[in-house]
């Protein structure tokens, strides 16, 4: 649109009025009603002689950012006219507000005609306008007439507005976070408490907000307990480090107060909330314990990130609110024993990496674990409890990590394409009372202390060894088949089977007699009955195919079939007697040693 002018009423409904660099005037009798939409563009409105104050519907082409204009002692009417540009001001560098940390916009008021003693103006911007990082409520505004800033006094203040009183002219006005309180660390760094640390030469005080900039391999380092840090801004590149059992007090009240897109390795510190606060960065977090202090911590990643937590017993201290979002995972990396606190937090992922272990202290349901729950190294424990994963969300027990499960629970419970994963070098113990043994492909397997553990139906493998300590062994009921299909030697438990299948290399070594209610098949590998019995129902058989091996030690034979069972050896099997005084079976033989 060209320059306009209403005379009687303009109303608002939707989207923007563009003007471009043309003006949109409303007379003295005009009037604005607005439901939505605004004036793209400068909109000039009559300032009448006394005390008045008018709403200048602004914006740029998608964001509404209105202000109010409130005068005292008009003397002379005339005009003012203002718009507002969605970027940063183009010299917001020599300004007294942190061009990093503030809204990226700027209004512009022209005065035509107007004589009056002060004005407050009230800034309104739409949360989008603001920097990562910056909170909101702690702006202030700055004016550029004439070529220079000039910091007038600040009003109230929200979430989405900032107002300057006692203003006598005009001109660009930006709001955002004083530099003043800004303290930017060098690139040699140092010290936190120390002055050449900082850009300035000045320690950062109560509430200041600090960016750690220090790149090239040197760090700022906490060796001492700083003042309250009011936001954190960790750079890409730049590390911060704990030296030692100090506090880091984070004191914002809203909005983001801690960015890390460098490094944070705590080492011994503790990070404490002195008010809510939310994080977010794609760097390295390091921690030792965190602090809520009966707060709310919000981890507001945009994509995934691992805060790490290394502090012995509950990371998270004093009782507050984890709002892990769906992008966090927290990953227990301590050196002593851990607890993941499901009683009072909810978490996203999590991952276990302790070799002391972690231990739940309550029920897991996919409202307390809504990600995907993964042991790295160490030991996860269920303490007792039932865990049960969110609708497509995958348990990862690694090589070499072990998860016991207590109560009368068995492995995580997984739903809709969610899957159980237990690496070949992985142990799984179940320790609990009555527990049925999950039908999955188990590394290494140990059913411990009394109570009976039922295996599930159908079949059940087992890549390491199977040991039994205290607990009674139920493998018949539901006629499970258990297969031994590792890649080295395993160990077999005394204990009644039904079918037992060998497909590993071997060699699977008996660790005392056996029963099978069902056949014994070695389909590949060595089998070794260690010189103990095998006893076998009536009707089952033995079957060792081409390639596998049967080898029977002390005074043992090949088992001993009946009923209709049969002993079946391939051609190129190889049956090796080993004991001492041995009857050689009745079979047609492969090899025979």
Do not use: C
């Not at 730049?238 to 107060?257: I, P, Q, R, V």
């Not at 009674?472 to 395993?490: K, M, R």
């Amino acid at each position: 649109a060209g320059a306009s002018a209403v005379t009687g009423t303009l109303t608002l409904t939707s989207g923007a009025v563009t003007m471009s660099s043309d003006t949109l005037t409303i007379g003295t009798a005009g009037a604005v009603t607005r439901t939505a939409g605004w004036v793209a563009g400068p909109l000039k409105k009559y300032i009448p002689t006394g005390t008045s104050s008018r709403t200048f519907e602004v914006g740029d082409a998608s964001v509404y950012a209105p202000v109010v204009v409130a005068f005292t002692s008009v003397t002379t009417a005339g005009n003012l006219a203002i718009t507002t540009t969605g970027t940063d001001h183009p010299d917001i560098a020599n300004s007294g507000v942190s061009a990093g940390l503030s809204a990226n916009r700027y209004w512009t008021l022209a005065p035509n005609g107007i004589a009056f003693g002060t004005y407050d103006a009230t800034f309104n911007f739409d949360p989008a306008d603001v920097d990562v990082g910056a909170d909101p409520t702690s702006f202030i505004v700055d004016e550029y007439t004439g070529g220079a800033w000039t910091l007038p006094a600040t009003g109230t203040v929200t979430s989405t507005s900032t107002q300057a009183t006692g203003l006598t002219a005009f001109g660009d006005f930006v709001t955002g976070i004083s530099a003043a309180s800004l303290f930017t660390s060098t690139a040699a760094g140092g010290a936190w408490n120390a002055a050449s640390t900082w850009v300035g030469g000045v320690v950062p005080g109560l509430n200041a907000d600090v960016v750690i900039a220090t790149t090239g391999g040197n760090t700022v380092s906490l060796t001492a307990n700083p003042s309250n840090v009011r936001s954190l801004v960790i750079n890409s590149g730049a590390t911060l480090e704990g030296a030692g059992a100090t506090t880091l007090n984070l004191n914002l009240a809203t909005s983001t107060n801690f960015v890390n897109n460098g490094t944070f390795n705590a080492n011994g510190v503790t990070v404490r909330l002195a008010r809510n606060s939310t994080w977010d960065g794609a760097g390295v977090f390091n921690l030792d314990a965190i602090n809520l202090n009966a707060r709310r911590l919000t981890l507001a990643f945009s994509s995934p990130e691992t805060v790490s937590v290394s502090a012995a017993g509950n990371p998270f201290l004093n009782a507050g609110t984890l709002v892990p979002g769906s992008n966090s995972t927290i990953r227990f990396d301590g050196s002593a024993a851990q607890t993941l606190a499901v009683s009072t937090l909810n978490f996203n992922s999590v991952i276990v990496d302790n070799p002391a272990g972690v231990t739940a202290n309550a029920t897991i349901t996919s409202s307390k674990l809504s990600g995907d729950l993964s042991v790295v190294s160490g030991q996860l424990d269920n303490g007792g409890f039932a865990v049960t994963l969110a609708a497509g969300k995958d348990f990862t027990l690694a090589d070499g990590a072990t998860y016991r499960t207590g109560g009368t629970n068995a492995l995580p419970t997984v739903s809709s394409g969610g899957t159980v994963s237990l690496g070949s070098t992985s142990t799984v113990e179940y320790y609990g009372s009555t527990q049925t043994v999950t039908r999955v492909d188990y590394g290494s397997l140990t059913l411990s202390n009394a109570g009976t553990k039922t295996f599930a139906t159908d079949t059940t493998h087992i890549a390491g060894d199977f040991i039994v300590t205290g607990a009674t062994v139920d493998a018949t009921t539901n006629s499970t088949t258990i297969e031994f299909n590792g890649t080295g030697a395993q160990s077999i438990p005394s204990i009644n089977f039904y079918r037992l299948v060998v497909t590993g290399a071997g060699p699977v070594t008996m660790a005392g007699p056996i029963s099978l209610g069902g056949d014994l098949a070695v389909l590949n590998g060595v089998f070794d009955n260690n010189g103990n019995n095998v006893t076998i129902a009536s009707g089952r058989s033995v079957l060792v195919v081409n390639g596998a091996s049967y080898r029977a030690g002390g005074t043992t034979s090949l088992p001993t079939v009946s009923g209709g069972g049969s002993i079946l050896l391939a051609t190129t099997s190889t049956v090796i007697y080993y004991g001492g005084a041995q009857a050689v079976t009745l079979a047609d033989y492969g090899s025979l040693t």
